[in-house]
């Protein structure tokens, strides 16, 4: 009977550890999230009262910027001047997707094939190189915005968005991370089929693709994620301000037109809170359980 | 045999080629080539003028706070949000049935714009912001927190906010992957939870948290782009980071700077890989044998 008890207190203790943990998580996932639900609220305000929250200007000691969570009046004219207004917006996200469905789509085509041979393929020199790779992957961008330029001047496309796709194919983040990906495959795999004969175009194709697409979905949103948010390389290497993506006008929002920026932002992150939305498994199994070194 | 093992390769080979090319051409050549920018008075009509640039960068006082404050920066959020992220892996997968909404909630700040981000924190943090309203409840005095000595700390909590949730998942993946039977072997022998930790989650984690440490450090660079857009090209003091230094001198076409400066960021990073390399090896030999 005692360690009946016992049992029961310990099992009541723990259901109440258990709802603590609930409620901080709680807590802190609406923290977490009060960017987005700030900006989600804000955006169904009207322009007038946004300028009027959120100038500055005129505030005295002991002011404050009213950061509503609930308009005042609800409206959707954010929206209708984003979308109807004026086709600058549309056209600028537009531009976004033009800049960064090469990137994906290319990132993955090269990264792919390249972590196959890395796996496979066995000569001298191969872990300095792959040293390389990481190296490169490592430095921040503003290391790296030289070496592009160079390039761009070689080539005549400093003026185009050509300067920012074609090194962004050639990030070495996707070979680093399938090849991390393919090491935690079992070899057996790949020597079970090449001993029935298969090449290593039909090992790459349908043994190893099929064993790693979560890891090239993972790559697929990283990539995304990074390049849909890009400021610094549209800035630079796109003159005309037609062309940009909608990153850049976003970026530029806190000195010129407020009343639509809330709208702008929700428009724009949509589409990657979406393939979060679906793809999060991904990030979460595509990811390898490896080591850096094979 | 040997024949067509050799002809074996030739598909592979190409498939590697095509990256490679890509990679010496964007990034590795011109880096290399870059480097007599940096030995040159001036990148127009330039002079070999030696080590002179370098000389120069280490007396340069904007360098040199660049510098101080990147490897303060790093030091503290870089542990910090791997330690974090861990936490948040153990906990999200305890809430079994709603672990993927809490996850998702971890995830969120990748998906917002840089921009929309900067704007939120900068009328969090901003003098007139909301943090300081907070505060006015217990009669705090208002200050600008990102112009005052506490910038580096606003700069972590940024970091850490958007960088937790990639890490998160990184480590729940990691955790997933650690037999079942071995915590309830555990179990059987009367193991306790620290224990545990030490001897299943800790030595299985090792690999990953290796991972973790190298696409912190990847990421540790990308806060500068919110500071940036919070602070514009002079930031207060202690935000001031090795990458404003580059900016400006890339903006100013300073390039004999920019790339005395890359070369010796490039040279820690170098050094930064090869002892995580080797503390890996260690790491994992005691692992296995």
């Known amino acids: ?294 | 045999m040997i024949k067509k093992r050799k002809r074996n390769r030739i598909l592979p080979c190409m498939m590697l080629l095509i990256s490679l090319a890509g990679f010496c051409f964007f990034y590795l050549i011109p880096f290399l080539l870059s480097f007599s920018y940096s030995v040159m008075d001036n990148p127009v009509s330039g002079k070999f003028c030696g080590m002179l640039n370098y000389k120069a960068l280490f007396q340069n006082v904007y360098f040199l706070r660049g510098i101080k404050n990147t490897a303060w920066f790093m030091a503290v959020s870089i542990p910090l949000n791997v330690v974090l992220s861990l936490c948040a892996a153990i906990v999200v997968r305890k809430m079994k049935a709603h672990s993927n909404y809490f996850s998702l909630v971890f995830l969120i700040p990748l998906a917002i714009p840089s921009a929309t981000s900067a704007f939120f924190w900068e009328n969090f943090f901003g003098l007139h912001g909301t943090l300081n309203r907070f505060l006015w409840i217990f009669r705090v005095e208002d200050i600008d927190w990102l112009e005052s000595s506490y910038g580096m700390a606003v700069m972590v909590i940024i970091f850490i906010w958007k960088n937790v949730g990639y890490n998160m998942a990184l480590f729940i993946s990691g955790l997933g992957s650690i037999p079942e039977e071995y915590y309830e072997c555990a179990d059987v022998e009367g193991a306790g939870r620290l224990w545990k930790f030490r001897n299943i989650t800790y030595v299985y984690l090792t690999p990953i948290t290796f991972l973790v440490l190298i696409m912190t450090f990847v990421n540790s660079f990308k806060v500068f782009k919110e500071i940036y857009i919070m602070t514009g090209e002079y930031p207060p003091d202690s935000l001031y980071v090795l990458q404003h230094y580059m900016n400006n001198m890339f903006l100013s076409l300073n390039y004999s700077k920019l790339v005395s400066a890359t070369y010796i960021l490039t040279i820690v990073i170098v050094l930064f890989v090869v002892c995580i390399f080797r503390a890996e090896r260690k790491l994992s030999e005691d692992l296995h044998y």
């Open chain 1, 1 to 294: 009977m005692g360690v009946r008890q016992k049992g029961n207190k310990m099992k009541k203790v723990r259901a109440m550890k258990r709802k603590v943990l609930y409620v901080l998580l709680i807590v802190m996932a609406v923290v977490y999230m009060m960017p987005l639900i700030i900006t989600f609220t804000n955006s169904f305000m009207g322009s007038s009262e946004v300028e009027n929250n959120y100038s500055t200007g005129s505030l005295g000691a002991d002011e404050y910027v009213d950061m509503d969570v609930v308009p005042k009046k609800a409206t959707l004219s954010q929206y209708a001047s984003l979308l109807f207004d004026s086709p600058v917006y549309l056209h600028m996200f537009w531009n976004s997707v033009k800049l960064v469905a090469p990137i994906v789509l290319g990132q993955i085509l090269v990264s792919a094939p390249a972590a196959y041979a890395f796996t496979v393929l066995r000569f001298r020199g191969k872990e300095g190189l792959f040293f390389l790779y990481i190296i490169v992957m490592l430095l921040p961008l503003q290391v790296t915005l030289m070496p592009n330029y160079i390039v761009a001047d070689w080539m005549g496309i400093t003026d185009s968005c050509l300067a920012i796709i074609l090194p962004g194919i050639f990030n070495p983040l996707g070979v680093f991370l399938l090849r991390q990906f393919m090491k935690s495959m079992p070899d057996a795999y790949i020597e079970a089929a090449m001993v029935d004969g298969a090449g290593h175009g039909r090992i790459f194709l349908w043994v190893v693709l099929p064993m790693v697409k979560h890891g090239i979905a993972a790559v697929a949103m990283l990539t995304l994620l990074d390049y849909w948010n890009l400021v610094d390389q549209a800035v630079i290497f796109i003159q005309d301000s037609e062309a940009q993506p909608l990153s850049v006008f976003l970026a530029k929002i806190n000195s010129g037109e407020l009343g639509i920026a809330f709208a702008g932002s929700c428009f724009y992150a949509l589409p990657v809170l979406l393939v979060l939305l679906y793809g999060q498994e991904y990030l979460k199994n595509g990811i390898a359980i490896t080591g850096l070194k094979g």
